[in-house]
């Protein structure tokens, strides 16, 4: 079973500033089968970037994913206030389990 | 526009049994694989189950797997899984979510809370 973990836990910003969120990989993810998802409290998990790389319909290009076997980052370029949420990596590869992440939070400084 | 809404939730006795649907619309149903994921209070998400279009294909999480039945009804355009034997370690909300290009998720449900708790 692949493990991801996410770092840091919180990350503490402000509006304009840029964010950076790792998740790593206990072994090699095919790049064509890392996801993140951003959730906001009370709300459904919304797909923003998929193949690593790719953002989903209509996600600004604000939010932008790299990395490739065990290391991948989602970047915030500048964060706006609807930006402060939690957001997960989730490896969706050819066989289960699909695992998620444990998620980082990223709160107003 | 894409729905999904979850039904079948409730609090159940531990051991109990408990049967959540997922009523889809705005899509295609019978052309997705579906999937279904839960989220303890105030944890994270956890990968349950996955179903190919067609119910060829089934997978669980080894959490489940023995006790939780994933299946769906392409004429209803609904998905269901039938939780057994249920631990108070399976309280949580349970979402339905249509997967694309693989198991990326691209549309969730709001979810159905399940409180197992005697």
């Known amino acids: 079973e692949i493990v991801l973990t996410q770092s840091p836990g919180t990350l503490s910003l402000s509006p304009g500033e840029r964010a950076t969120l790792s998740c790593r990989a206990s072994q090699s993810v095919s790049s064509r089968y890392l996801a993140w998802y951003q959730q906001k409290p009370g709300q459904a998990p919304r797909l923003l970037i998929y193949g690593a790389f790719s953002r989903a319909t209509g996600i600004p290009d604000r939010f932008s994913g790299s990395g490739s076997e065990t290391d991948f980052t989602l970047t915030i370029s500048r964060l706006e206030p609807e930006d402060f949420a939690v957001y997960y990596c989730?490896?969706?590869?050819?066989?289960?389990?699909?695992?998620f992440g444990p998620g980082t939070k990223v709160d107003i400084k | 526009e894409v729905q999904l809404v979850e039904s079948g939730g409730g609090l159940v006795q531990p051991g109990g049994s408990l049967r959540l649907s997922c009523a889809a619309s705005g899509f295609t149903f019978s052309s997705y694989s579906m999937n279904w994921v839960r989220q303890a209070p105030g944890k994270g998400l956890e990968w349950v189950s996955y179903?190919?279009?067609?119910?060829?294909?089934?997978y669980y999480a080894d959490s489940v797997k023995g006790r939780f039945t994933i299946s769906r009804d392409n004429a209803k355009s609904s998905l269901y899984l039938q939780m057994n034997s249920l631990t108070d370690e399976d309280t949580a909300v349970y979402s339905c979510?249509?997967?694309?290009?693989?198991?990326?998720?691209?549309?969730w449900g709001q979810g159905t809370l399940v409180t197992v708790s005697s």
């Open positions: 979510a249509k997967a694309v290009g693989g198991t990326r998720l691209d549309y």
């Open positions: 989730q490896q969706y590869g050819s066989s289960p389990p699909f695992t």
């Open positions: 179903i190919s279009s067609s119910s060829s294909t089934i």
